[in-house]
């Protein structure tokens, strides 16, 4: 037995009557290795094509969902891609008690104050426990709502839910579509669409529709600021969400009266 390579060839007893040339048997020998290099290696480039074609499926998932929650693939001016955008409707807005945050991650890179944008829906708007804005996800009731757009990358949307409590159901964040763009001088030059998909921070299901009937507001302004009562002022025996189940419970009873 003669070893070639990684197969093994047989040398046969049964020699021809005449010895083909060197230079015939080295070409037969390289055809039949590269042969076996194609068996060899059939599965697995077989595994590449499929390599490639799951490649190709999640290229396209990837953008449609950076399609719907509005990432902007085009931005090279904030930190830590992906980039998209986020409206603010609330105290988060320049010149409330909250607008420390967007001032933090703006100066750090991780967010940009873009202009103004209203919701191209109607969406109720109301103040809860303590003066708090809550947007309510029932479309078709309520107003366009008014509110400050900002693109915004991971870092700072990862702080946006911390701040709104995403994890503990305080608030949760979903896309919205905003018109009406009002966009600083600096930002027009930069071919924005007339209508964004952006992230905003929606009541949670767990008590949005008990809230949804108190007074309906186009904006949080310094008129409902005015009685808004920060989170250290607040008594601390009760938990984010406690303090929702009181403030409606205490409504409900006021509307009964």
């Given amino acids: 037995m003669v070893v070639v390579g990684p197969r093994p060839i047989v040398a046969s007893s049964a020699l021809p009557s005449k010895t083909k040339p ?61 980039m998209t955008y986020a409206f603010v409707y609330g105290t988060l807005k320049k010149g409330f008690s909250n607008y420390w945050l967007m001032e933090d991650v703006c100066s750090k890179g991780h967010a940009r104050f873009l202009g103004f944008a209203r919701t191209k829906e109607m969406f109720p708007m109301v103040c809860g426990p303590y003066q708090v804005p809550f947007l309510i996800d029932i479309p078709s009731l309520g107003h366009h709502v008014r509110g400050e757009l900002y693109e915004v990358d991971r870092i700072a949307i990862e702080r946006l839910d911390e701040l709104e409590g995403v994890s503990k159901g ?13 966009l600083q001088s600096s930002v027009e030059q930069e071919s924005l669409s007339s209508e964004i998909i952006a992230q905003a921070y929606f009541a949670a299901p767990s008590y949005a529709s008990k809230i949804a009937k108190a007074p309906h507001i186009e904006a949080f302004t310094e008129k409902e600021y005015a009685t808004y009562v920060r989170r250290k002022d607040r008594p601390q025996n009760r938990t984010f969400l406690q303090h929702i189940e009181h403030w409606i419970k205490t409504q409900e009873m006021a509307r009964k009266n």
């Fill in 170 to 182: 305080n608030y949760v964040r979903r896309p919205i579509v905003l018109s009406a763009l009002q």
């Fill in 22 to 82: 060197l230079q015939q048997q080295s070409q037969e020998k390289h055809q039949h290795s590269d042969s076996c290099v194609a068996h060899e290696y059939s599965v697995d480039m077989r595994k590449f094509r499929t390599s490639n074609a799951v490649d190709r499926c999640l290229a396209t998932e990837l953008k449609e969902v950076k399609e719907c929650v509005g990432v902007n693939t085009n931005s090279t001016s904030l930190k830590c891609p992906p």
